[in-house]
């Protein structure tokens, strides 16, 4: 061993269900978030462990806020219209 400390998240060990490699998907961090949350409202934990829930929630939180914003963008293209009130088609990029 090289004595080099890897967290958590650095060996997969955070990871939330339904997570691929660009990161969890909303359903996923909104679950995991509210559990965080509940976590955190229960005032049963350490200074330390509520400040790492923390960290994560807001990160968690981040990421669900992109991914809405990436949703809100791609249903603004879909339902665009030109000048003269018809639809512009255009192809979408797959996620």
Partial sequence: MNGKRRNPSERG???VEGESPAGP?????LHRL???VEKLESGELGLEESLALFEEG????RSAQQRLDSAEKRVEELV???ENGEP????????
């Fill in 13 to 15: 060990e955070n990871r």
């Fill in 25 to 29: 998907s909303f359903e996923a961090s």
């Fill in 34 to 36: 509210t559990e965080v």
């Fill in 58 to 61: 807001v990160g968690l939180a």
């Fill in 80 to 82: 665009r219209v030109d």
């Fill in 88 to 95: 512009v088609v255009k192809e979408l990029e797959p996620e």
